[in-house]
């Protein structure tokens, strides 16, 4: 299995409220977008590309490892992947990808592992997933509920989320354009792929508003 990795950095942050692209924003002193490439090189895929905001590649090339390969993305996380999949089509030798978002940067590499193990034992699609503690409900426009969800069939979707090269090539080939889903695992699911689940990670947690990053560096204090 020879796997390469996709770390979508093209967002904006606007919920974070920084002054620059949220992969960028520092944890601990590294930009978010250095700690979620380092998770997937521990745990061996050392082939990445990242997707960067085009009015930004000159300061991703400055933080990034010269080795790191760096894609314009797209308006959408959609588009980002796409753009960094027309990137790996023309490798060539890889059969596995994984595809992780740069907020999540403190993504122990036991989760890349443990999706990597799916995909070796034969799954087509492998994502990392936690219980849904919260009772979750559904609203209607004026915010009245609708339905309660039964908790013990839902889970949160962490990444990185694993894919036969193949399979993510081609579902995205098959994903009518404009439709924009918020993760791989959707536009694989589209196509009819069974998605398996792995056990994912607290820490694995997505950086989105100001309070999970200070969140993140508390962590990062407690394991240093
Ligand atoms: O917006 P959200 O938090 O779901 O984004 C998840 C990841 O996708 C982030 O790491 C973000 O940088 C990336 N993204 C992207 N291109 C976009 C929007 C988001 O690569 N246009």
């Known amino acids: 299995m020879h796997a390469v990795g996709i770390v979508?950095?093209?967002?904006?942050?606007?919920?974070?409220?920084?002054?620059?692209?949220?992969?960028?924003?520092?944890?601990?002193?590294?930009?978010?977008?250095?700690?979620?490439?380092?998770?997937?090189?521990?745990?061996?895929?050392?082939?990445?590309?990242?997707?960067?905001?085009?009015?930004?590649l000159r300061a991703f090339a400055t933080v990034l490892p010269a080795d790191v390969r760096i894609v314009v993305g797209g308006d959408t996380r959609t588009a980002s992947v796409r753009a960094a999949l027309a990137a790996l089509a023309v490798v060539g030798?890889?059969?596995?990808?994984?595809?992780?978002?740069?907020?999540?940067?403190?993504?122990?590499?036991?989760?890349?592992?443990?999706?990597?193990?799916?995909?070796?034992?034969?799954?087509?699609?492998?994502?990392?997933?936690?219980?849904?503690v919260d009772t979750t409900v559904t609203v209607d426009d004026?915010?009245?509920?609708?339905?309660?969800?039964?908790?013990?069939?839902?889970?949160?979707?962490?990444?990185?989320?694993?894919?036969?090269?193949?399979?993510?090539?081609d579902a995205y080939d098959l994903l009518p354009a404009g439709v924009e889903l918020t993760d791989d695992a959707a536009v694989v699911r589209a196509a009819g792929v069974p998605v398996v689940t792995v056990a994912g990670d607290e820490r694995a947690a997505k950086v989105t508003v100001a309070h999970d990053l200070a969140v993140a560096e508390l962590q990062l204090g407690g394991s240093g």
């Open 8 to 56: 979508a950095a093209a967002g904006s942050g606007l919920r974070l409220g920084a002054d620059r692209p949220k992969a960028l924003v520092p944890l601990g002193g590294r930009p978010l977008v250095c700690w979620a490439v380092d998770t997937l090189r521990d745990a061996g895929v050392a082939d990445v590309v990242v997707t960067v905001p085009a009015s930004e």
């Open 142 to 169: 004026d915010g009245l509920v609708t339905a309660t969800l039964e908790r013990a069939a839902l889970r949160r979707v962490q990444t990185p989320q694993g894919f036969a090269l193949a399979t993510l090539l």
């Open 93 to 132: 030798t890889a059969d596995t990808v994984l595809v992780h978002d740069a907020a999540r940067p403190l993504t122990p590499s036991d989760v890349v592992t443990r999706v990597l193990a799916a995909l070796a034992a034969g799954a087509r699609a492998a994502v990392p997933v936690l219980p849904v």
